[in-house]
Nanobody
Framework: QVQLVESGGGLVQAGGSLRLSCAASGRSYFMGWFRQAPGKEREFVAAISWTGSSTVYADSSRFTISRDNVKNTVYLQMNSLKPEDTAVYYC??????????????????WGQGTQVTVSS
């Protein structure tokens, strides 16, 4: 069983930055970040391979995903935040996404989420 614990969310003004962290127990997995805004479906944000050599993004211009396998932690650096980035952000771990990194049903484990609120 893998446990994922997110942290780093909070309230920030538009244009600001936040770094989310996801601490994982157990072995390394393919990791992803998703978000869900009120009244909307959960959507893909970014993902990273277990070695960290491959990353994919929904929006690479403002967000950067990285990982530290010594600390078993995945990060999401978010810059130039906009009010529309307001959502609960979840990290997730997958044993095998089969190339469908943006499909939440491919992920086996989920954290509890951390709220990000961007004020205008």
């Amino acid at each position: 069983q893998v446990q994922l614990v997110e942290s780093g969310g909070g309230l920030v003004q538009a244009g600001g930055s936040l770094r989310l962290s996801c601490a994982a127990s157990g072995r390394s997995y393919f990791m992803g970040w998703f978000r869900q805004a009120p009244g909307k479906e959960r959507e893909f944000v970014a993902a990273i391979s277990w070695t960290g050599s491959s990353t994919v993004y929904a929006d690479s211009s403002r967000f950067t995903i990285s990982r530290d396998n010594v600390k078993n932690t995945v990060y999401l650096q978010m810059n130039s935040l906009k009010p529309e980035d307001t959502a609960v952000y979840y990290c997730a771990a997958a044993q095998n996404v089969g190339g469908k990194y943006d499909h939440d049903e491919r992920y086996d484990y989920w954290g509890q989420g951390t709220q990000v609120t961007v004020s205008s």
